[in-house]
């Protein structure tokens, strides 16, 4: 093995053990950030508006410090999460699935819907044991399926890492596959994203109805600035989106660099 391929051998590990750590870094930081403005949330109160900070595990309320009602202040800062459900179901839209940040106090997720058991006539049916409406899951699929990938995100993350091990550890193989799946970490996240923004938006007959009937199916803004009724909307990448931009540039490398060690060994 000459100089060249010694050089290449050794670049190759050092930026795939870098990527490794982004991948890592990035399981833990917040990635994308959403937030709503309004007149009715004044800057005093809600600086950033009612803000909501997406990771790889779930969904977290976004607003840190700041005056939750005129007469209290908080170190915790206001419950954004909770608030930018209540605006969601106003118009009728499905509450937002939370992931491992679950109210674990709570006998279902958040995002369940209920409704009750109808006879032929319409009617509910009343349960002969306790009296009340037989009530039945009328949950949307998605949102279980959504829910399944955040709350097993960390085993996803955990199969990645161990994936990128083994690219190191194995010197005299390319094995590109274990460089590119968990490469691709901020792309996959860009696709869930945007898909659940399409369907929440395009989804909102929530049971029970919005107030404004008269809202079409949308698709909520994924980047950049935009509008729905009276709030502005605003949505960027946070820290954790650049960390997983890093880790696609630094295992990229790795993997140019190792496919140039094994050839120049040669």
Same mark, same amino acid.
């Given at each position: 093995?000459?100089?060249?391929?010694?050089?290449?051998?050794?670049?190759?590990?050092?930026?795939?053990?870098?990527?490794?750590?982004?991948?890592?870094?990035?399981?833990?930081?917040?990635?994308?950030?959403?937030?709503?403005?309004?007149?009715?949330?004044?800057?005093?109160?809600?600086?950033?508006?009612?803000?909501?900070?997406?990771?790889?595990?779930?969904?977290?309320?976004?607003?840190?410090?700041?005056?939750?009602?005129?007469?209290?202040?908080?170190?915790?800062?206001?419950?954004?999460?909770?608030?930018?459900?209540?605006?969601?179901?106003?118009?009728?839209?499905?509450?937002?699935?939370?992931?491992?940040?679950?109210?674990?106090?709570?006998?279902?997720?958040?995002?369940?819907?209920?409704?009750?058991?109808?006879?032929?006539?319409?009617?509910?049916?009343?349960?002969?044991?306790?009296?009340?409406?037989?009530?039945?899951?009328?949950?949307?699929?998605?949102?279980?399926?959504?829910?399944?990938?955040?709350?097993?995100?960390?085993?996803?993350?955990?199969?990645?890492?161990?994936?990128?091990?083994?690219?190191?550890?194995?010197?005299?193989?390319?094995?590109?596959?274990?460089?590119?799946?968990?490469?691709?970490?901020?792309?996959?996240?860009?696709?869930?994203?945007?898909?659940?923004?399409?369907?929440?938006?395009?989804?909102?007959?929530?049971?029970?109805?919005?107030?404004?009937?008269?809202?079409?199916?949308?698709? @909520?803004? =994924?980047?950049?600035?935009?509008? $729905?009724?009276? %709030?502005? /909307? #605003?949505?960027? @990448?946070? =820290?954790?989106?650049?960390?997983? $931009?890093?880790? %696609?540039? /630094? #295992?990229?490398?790795?993997?140019?660099?190792?496919?140039?060690?094994?050839?120049?060994?040669?």
């Amino acid at each position: 093995m000459d100089t060249k391929s010694n050089k290449a051998a050794l670049l190759y590990k050092v930026f795939g053990v870098i990527g490794l750590g982004l991948l890592i870094a990035t399981y833990f930081l917040p990635t994308w950030w959403v937030a709503l403005q309004s007149r009715q949330y004044p800057k005093s109160m809600y600086p950033k508006g009612i803000r909501i900070e997406f990771k790889y595990d779930g969904v977290y309320n976004g607003c840190k410090g700041v005056k939750e009602r005129e007469e209290i202040t908080t170190n915790e800062g206001a419950e954004c999460l909770v608030e930018m459900n209540a605006i969601n179901h106003f118009i009728g839209m499905h509450p937002i699935v939370q992931g491992v940040n679950t109210d674990k106090s709570r006998p279902y997720p958040e995002y369940y819907t209920f409704d009750t058991k109808k006879d032929a006539n319409g009617d509910d049916l009343i349960s002969t044991e306790t009296g009340k409406p037989i009530e039945i899951d009328v949950t949307p699929k998605y949102l279980k399926f959504l829910d399944g990938v955040l709350r097993n995100s960390k085993y996803i993350f955990i199969l990645f890492g161990l994936m990128l091990i083994g690219f190191i550890a194995t010197p005299k193989k390319v094995n590109s596959l274990l460089a590119w799946i968990p490469a691709l970490v901020p792309f996959y996240f860009i696709l869930l994203f945007g898909y659940s923004m399409y369907w929440y938006g395009h989804h909102l007959s929530l049971h029970g109805g919005g107030a404004f009937s008269g809202i079409k199916p949308f698709m @909520p803004t =994924i980047f950049g600035e935009g509008k $729905v009724a009276q %709030f502005a /909307t #605003v949505s960027y @990448p946070y =820290i954790g989106f650049g960390t997983a $931009v890093l880790t %696609f540039i /630094t #295992v990229m490398l790795s993997l140019l660099l190792k496919k140039k060690a094994i050839r120049d060994a040669k």
